[in-house]
């Protein structure tokens, strides 16, 4: 796969700065159609815990998106390692704002291909590159295809599409997008990992645990109420 040196210019027309709504609108269907499992990410965004951290200041982020990986793990669902989370985020154009979407784990094939600056960064050097690593890009190119049911010899919709991320990309940063709380942190990870039962307290345990752990601590013993009676009866 041959990267196009300048591929990721912007149009040379004034539609973004007219209407960065449309042009967002149109550039999302496009994305869409191009990657709709795997795609670069359009949006610029810190790492999650940090990004989760200054948004939900009363919960413990870091923590609970380690029990997420570690469940993740053990389950089979990522067991990379060198697995990372990422913010998807939901762009509201109307108020200039942003607030997470879904929280993804990404191992390190995908996020090769979530990266977007990282990404292009990698595809660019390869065009000046004395000895460009072909095996690298053609295997980054047939992963992107294959993850998101292209065919294999469609190499040019590799590039296409990080056009169109990069277009976006552009237009979000230069609307400077303020960052917002979603839905309640615990729903969100709850409806980005489905399978995985998250946990609700620091050590780890989940809601069920302490649940029953908290009916324990508060339920009377019988010997407590006979005792008690026993002594009312002696008064």
Same mark, same amino acid.
Not at 105 to 127: G, M, N, Y
């Given at each position: 796969?041959?990267? =196009? =040196?300048?591929?990721?210019? #912007?149009?040379?027309?004034?539609?973004?700065? =007219?209407?960065?709504?449309?042009?967002?609108?149109?550039?999302?269907?496009?994305?869409?159609?191009?990657?709709?499992? @795997?795609?670069?990410?359009?949006?610029?965004?810190?790492?999650?815990?940090?990004? !989760?951290? =200054? +948004?939900?200041?009363?919960?413990?982020?870091?923590?609970?998106?380690?029990?997420?990986?570690?469940?993740?793990?053990?389950?089979?669902?990522?067991?990379?390692?060198?697995?990372?989370? /990422?913010?998807?985020?939901?762009?509201? #154009?109307?108020? $200039?704002?942003? &607030?997470?979407?879904?929280?993804?784990? !990404?191992?390190?094939?995908? &996020?090769?291909?979530?990266?977007?600056?990282?990404?292009?960064?990698?595809?660019?050097?390869?065009?000046? %590159?004395?000895?460009?690593?072909?095996?690298?890009?053609?295997?980054?190119?047939?992963?992107?295809?294959?993850?998101?049911?292209?065919?294999? *010899?469609?190499?040019? @919709?590799?590039?296409?599409?990080?056009?169109?991320? /990069?277009? #976006?990309?552009?237009?979000?940063?230069?609307?400077?997008?303020? %960052?917002?709380?979603?839905?309640? +942190?615990?729903?969100? @990870?709850?409806?980005?990992?489905?399978?995985?039962?998250?946990?609700?307290?620091?050590?780890?345990?989940?809601?069920?645990?302490? %649940?029953? &752990?908290?009916?324990?601590?508060?339920?009377? &013993?019988?010997?407590?109420?006979?005792? $008690?009676?026993? *002594?009312?009866?002696?008064?």
């Amino acid at each position: 796969a041959e990267w =196009r =040196r300048g591929v990721c210019a #912007m149009p040379d027309d004034n539609d973004a700065s =007219r209407d960065p709504g449309a042009a967002l609108a149109q550039l999302g269907a496009s994305l869409q159609t191009l990657a709709p499992k @795997l795609c670069p990410n359009p949006v610029s965004s810190q790492p999650a815990a940090a990004a !989760l951290g =200054r +948004l939900y200041t009363d919960e413990d982020c870091a923590r609970l998106l380690q029990g997420i990986k570690r469940k993740a793990a053990a389950s089979g669902l990522c067991a990379d390692e060198e697995a990372e989370f /990422y913010v998807e985020w939901h762009v509201d #154009m109307a108020k $200039r704002r942003k &607030s997470p979407k879904r929280i993804l784990l !990404l191992d390190q094939r995908d &996020s090769a291909i979530h990266k977007l600056p990282q990404l292009i960064e990698f595809l660019t050097a390869q065009t000046v %590159a004395k000895n460009p690593d072909a095996a690298r890009t053609s295997d980054l190119a047939k992963h992107f295809l294959e993850a998101n049911g292209h065919d294999v *010899g469609d190499v040019q @919709l590799l590039q296409d599409t990080v056009s169109v991320a /990069y277009a #976006m990309f552009v237009i979000h940063k230069e609307l400077r997008l303020a %960052a917002v709380q979603g839905p309640p +942190l615990l729903e969100l @990870l709850d409806t980005s990992f489905p399978s995985i039962r998250l946990p609700r307290k620091a050590g780890g345990e989940d809601a069920g645990t302490v %649940a029953a &752990s908290g009916a324990a601590e508060t339920k009377p &013993s019988g010997r407590g109420k006979k005792r $008690r009676a026993k *002594g009312e009866a002696g008064q």
